[in-house]
């Protein structure tokens, strides 16, 4: 055994750049992963953390069914589900600085009991003592971006009058302060707060805190059974699959990024164990000479892949650790709201990073390994091995069977299937291209041969010719495509994914809106301003309405459909719904649901709803179904009807577009003054939505650099391979005349061809693989993705670049060589 | 015995070859020289490590010599630059070698046309040529077999008519019959003779059989780095 290890260990000293090479490639792949792993618990907790927000470990909240309506926290009994209870009032203030208004919403509790759930952490770290009177604790995001200190005076808007409070303290922007909207929470005293608002009656929520063990589901059950009906709210704080199921939305490049440094790692070192097999096919027939079997030769080759695999996967993990603290500690910075994002390292991730390393690296092996353990003693040991191969036509059609059934399988699966056929046909459609990619290769090479032969004669069409049934052009054709693929299929999907998040109200005709109580002498003040054209008044139901017993969160009414399916980009279900839907609003009583709505409801389209208010009802058919990102409505009436049914006089909110948005804008706060409003232009909105969620996608952007680096490191080690089997034909040609001048013109036209043809195979297999990653993604989806021919033609060029700029090696190289020696032996 | 004309093809003179291992220099040829006239036969015989082999690749310009100075045809190659010398290798010289260096991707005619087009000459313009060198070498019916579907004799057949489409002032074989069994290596030397009687073609060539030696005018024996 030792002698063996010995073997091995010289083996690697022998062939630095090729030992290297592998470690280097299966140290990236399992540092790749292990980011990609963490990224996403990394950012699942972070938006449980945004998520959860002033709750804390509360998860559970009790509200009474009016917005009037108050509660007590005596009414909650005292169960042994609960851990802990705190009752919170929640009311609504302005800052006004420099023209602008920003949203404050005021907060308070007991603070004893605030404690048991989110204690507000203070920034000398100090605790809380003698809160009373108009004193204010301000979060330091609020409190830097003002420039206020503990001990300022400020002054806040509370239904239109001056409110002075002294900033009493300067707390972290966590625990209560957290939020997901822009503008900032403030704490007050409970006392100061119920008296300026004159609620002492009771809080406007309660939070509970479940004890150990305990799940939401059950404590949701526990209280609704001991609750009188109809008196309390009781909901989940946080829907828990929901945001998994978003961080996973989010970190789906990631993955993509995992797959093809994988995809990579397997392919360099598959390449690189055909060639070393090859070079130690004597060192494998002395030991069948000397009676080793077939067994003990593979488990000796085998045992060196194990050794890169375990260096590789352990010291991956450490550097993965490091390039995770470095991506989220930039991330951390980044985001607007200031949100430390915390590192999460979990044994899943460090174990499967380092076994799928380990795998990787044995199975990359195991094929040539076992090939060459199992050739005849006699043949090996007079070097007169013929590789066996299959037939080729069996090969290319096999290939094109697979790339078709890669193309439709995904088209035709079942939505529940959707993910496990993409992940086939992803497979699928790099491991046909590799199959094909010998035809093609030959193919394109017939072709080259004439263009060159007319441009550069017979230089030229000799080393297109050399393309031909040339495994080593090929084998570099094959790396090439699957990093420029890697990289074309990781850009266009993250800038999806950027856009997507992002850029909620793509596709949506709207340019600015205001969310905010408006009379209709306010909103025919917006239709007046100049530059005006579309200006669509909703009347808004946040929680009002019931529909067969089921709460919609917030339902709007409209007076021109036609408008509001433009303005916020509804997409109906069945393509024949819109127009059904527009004259149906023109006639009857008619509601449209969103799809979740309608799933959540049970009913389907064609069915009549009972719209209530608790005082009025009246039966609504359901027209249509709908999905839409610019707004997070359930349901849909006519304006008309609305206000004949539920009495709503004044807008809620108002979408318009004009030639000038901003200046619209700016009219539309003067005409709010001192009223509490969220108005913005789309261009605003997405600005600060793009800061927030560009900071999360930066470390995808960081991480393609990595899948750059692992596709270098493999065209290098090619390229060296390449180099290694084409040494004694480089050394034929001179042999028979090729002077240095030729063999440099013919190595750059070969390597030209290499790079131009493995980029427009990746070029056209990438956008196949993207359409399968929009086609298992489509039904979570309403975005079209935009694919940028740059982005294409960018990947392709700079795989041309790569490749030009790695014949310089063996260029350099060949020019030292000595015939003879690679000739004669 | 052909007769001879009084020209000479290659002049080797006071040629001297060290190799340096590590630390230890070996003198691998010392103080060689040599002549060799137009249409001669020679065969250059010599024991394994005698420098026979070195004597060839020098004589023929695939390597260079430590000290000393060698003519092809009154040409001294010993200071040419490498695009000189690989024009002469394309258009005065042909070699065969013992294990035949074939491009594997290429096919019989495309391996033989080889020097040809690597000298800028058009395909069609030898038409003929190939035509007469595939009847020849006897791979009439093989041109567009590539070299691994062929025999090692037909092989070495392939690597002569390389090495003689160009016209080469002289061919030089380096063991074209090593790889071979006894009865094709006879028929490859029956094959270099037939070259050599019909156009009074130079060759030069280093073997380690006396039976193959037997087709050539006359025998150069190497032995420690020297001619005897």
Redesign the interface.
């Known amino acids: 055994m030792r002698i063996i290890i010995k073997y091995i260990l010289i083996n690697g000293k022998e062939h630095k750049a090729r030992t290297a090479v592998m470690l280097l490639s299966i140290l990236i792949s399992s540092t790749l992963l292990f980011v990609s792993f963490s990224l996403a618990s990394s950012y699942e907790s972070a938006q449980e953390k945004m998520a959860r927000g002033m709750s804390g470990s509360a998860t559970v909240s009790i509200h009474a069914p009016g917005e009037s309506d108050s509660l007590k926290i005596e009414d909650i009994p005292v169960l042994p589900l609960i851990s802990a209870k705190v009752g919170m009032l929640k009311e609504s203030c302005f800052y006004h600085e420099n023209g602008y208004y920003e949203t404050v919403d005021l907060i308070a509790a007991d603070l004893s009991q605030l404690d048991e759930i989110n204690k507000p952490r203070l920034l000398d770290g100090r605790e809380l003592k003698d809160f009373s009177g108009r004193k204010i604790i301000l979060p330091d995001r609020f409190t830097l971006k003002y420039g206020i200190k503990k001990g300022d005076k400020i002054t806040l808007q509370i239904g239109g009058n001056p409110v002075c409070f002294e900033v009493a303290e300067i707390a972290a922007y966590d625990t209560v302060f957290l939020r997901k909207t822009r503008g900032a929470t403030a704490l007050l005293p409970l006392s100061t707060l119920s008296g300026l608002f004159n609620r002492t009656d009771g809080y406007n929520e309660i939070l509970i805190k479940p004890a150990k063990g305990v799940s939401t589901a059950d404590l949701i059950n526990g209280l609704e059974s001991v609750l009188p009906d109809g008196r309390f709210q009781v909901s989940e704080i946080i829907n828990e699959t929901q945001i998994k199921a978003d961080a996973r939305q989010k970190s789906m490049p990631f993955f993509l990024i995992s797959f093809f440094s994988l995809t990579i790692s397997v392919f360099i070192i598959y390449s690189s164990y055909k060639v070393i097999t090859l070079d130690r096919l004597p060192v494998i027939g002395t030991f069948r000479s000397i009676g080793a079997t077939q067994k003990a030769v593979t488990r000796i080759l085998l045992l060196e892949s194990l050794l890169y695999g375990s260096i590789g996967g352990l010291f991956g993990i450490p550097v993965g650790m490091a390039v995770l603290k470095l991506i989220l500690h930039g991330m951390g910075k980044s985001l607007p709201q200031g949100i430390e994002i915390p590192v999460v390292i979990t044994p899943f991730s460090i174990i499967a990073s380092f076994t799928t390393a380990f795998a990787i690296s044995l199975l990359s092996a195991w094929i040539p390994v076992c090939r060459a353990s199992r050739l005849p003693i006699k043949e090996v040991v007079l070097g007169t091995v013929?590789e066996p191969s299959p037939p080729r036509h069996l090969i290319i059609g096999s290939g094109s069977i697979l790339f078709l059934i890669s193309i439709f399988v995904p088209k035709l699966v079942p939505e529940n299937m959707l993910n496990l056929a993409g992940g086939f046909s992803l497979s699928g459609l790099i491991a046909a291209t590799i199959l094909i990619i010998p035809l093609l290769t030959n193919l394109v090479s017939i072709g080259l041969e004439w263009v060159y032969g007319l441009l550069s004669?017979?230089?030229g069409?000799?080393a297109a010719?050399?393309m031909?049934?040339?495994k080593n052009i090929t084998q570099n054709i094959t790396l090439l495509f699957i990093s420029i693929s890697a990289v074309i299929a990781i850009s266009v999907v993250g800038d999806f994914v950027n856009t997507y998040i992002s850029d909620v109200f793509k596709g949506a005709e709207l340019q600015g809106f205001a969310d905010g109580q408006m009379t209709p002498e306010f909103v025919d003040q917006v239709k007046n301003i100049d530059g005006v054209h579309k200006v669509l008044p909703l009347f808004v139901y946040k929680n009002e309405l019931h529909g067969n017993g089921v709460l919609f969160s917030r339902l709007e009414a409209t007076d021109n459909l036609e408008w509001y399916n433009s303005m916020l980009a509804l997409h109906y279900t069945k393509p024949l719904m819109e127009e059904q839907a527009v004259s149906a609003f023109a006639a009857n009583r008619s509601i449209l649901l969103s799809e979740s709505c309608l799933k959540r409801t049970g009913l389907t389209v064609g069915d009549t709803l009972t719209l209530s208010n608790g005082s009025a009802a009246a039966s609504y058919v359901i027209t249509g179904s709908f999905k839409s990102r610019a707004t997070d409505v359930e349901a849909v009436i006519p304006c008309s009807y609305a206000a004949i049914d539920f009495g709503m006089k004044n807008y809620g909110f108002l979408a318009y577009t004009a030639t000038d948005p901003d200046g619209v804008m700016i009219q539309i706060r003067d005409l709010f003054g001192n009223t509490q409003n969220w108005s913005r232009t789309v261009k605003e909105f997405n600005e600060d939505a793009h800061s927030t969620v560009g900071a999360f996608l930066k470390p995808m952007h960081s991480l393609t650099y990595f899948i750059l680096l692992l596709a270098a490191i493999g065209v290098i080690n090619n390229l060296l391979i390449n180099y290694m089997q084409k040494r004694?034909?480089i050394?034929?040609?001179?042999?028979?005349?090729?002077?240095?001048?030729?063999n440099r013109r013919m190595t750059v036209i070969e390597s030209f061809s290499c790079g131009m043809l493995g980029a427009a195979i990746s070029i056209f297999v990438s956008y196949m693989e993207i359409r399968t990653i929009f086609i298992v993604a489509g039904p979570k989806i309403t975005m079209e993705p935009a694919l940028s021919a740059r982005t294409f033609l960018m990947a392709g060029a700079s795989g041309i670049l790569i490749t030009l700029s790695g014949s310089v090696i063996p260029i350099i190289k060949s020019r030292q060589m000595?015939?003879?020696e690679e000739?004669?032996f | 015995m052909k007769p001879l004309t009084s020209t000479i093809a290659v002049e080797g003179r006071h040629i001297v070859k060290d190799f340096r291992l590590g630390e230890t220099i070996t003198n691998v040829l010392k103080d060689v020289s040599l002549e060799v006239m137009q249409g001669e036969f020679v065969s250059i015989m010599g024991p394994s490590g005698s420098g026979k082999s070195t004597l060839l690749y020098i004589l023929g310009g695939l390597d260079s010599p430590t000290s000393g100075t060698i003519r092809l045809n009154g040409t001294d190659i010993s200071h040419l630059k490498d695009e000189q010398m690989s024009r002469l290798r394309r258009q005065k010289i042909g070699f065969v070698f013992q294990f035949y260096n074939l491009i594997p991707n290429l096919n019989v005619e495309e391996n033989i046309m080889l020097p040809l087009l690597l000298d800028g000459r058009k395909w069609k313009d030898y038409k003929k040529k190939l035509s007469y060198i595939l009847e020849l070498t006897g791979l009439s019916d093989r041109q567009k077999h590539t070299p691994r579907e062929l025999s090692g004799g037909q092989q070495q057949r392939v690597a002569i008519a390389r090495a003689l489409i160009g016209s080469p002032e002289i061919l030089f074989a380096d063991e074209p019959t090593g790889n071979l069994d006894s009865k094709t290596g006879a028929e490859i030397m029956h094959l270099l003779h037939q070259i050599n009687e019909e156009s009074k073609q130079t060759i030069i060539m280093v073997t380690h059989s006396a039976e193959a030696a037997k087709s050539s005018s006359r025998i150069i024996t190497v032995r420690d780095g020297m001619v005897e």
């Open positions: 013929e004669h017979n230089i069409r000799l010719r050399n031909r049934d040339n004694r034909t050394a034929m040609y001179h042999s028979i005349g090729l002077s240095i001048r030729q000595k015939i003879i000739i004669k």
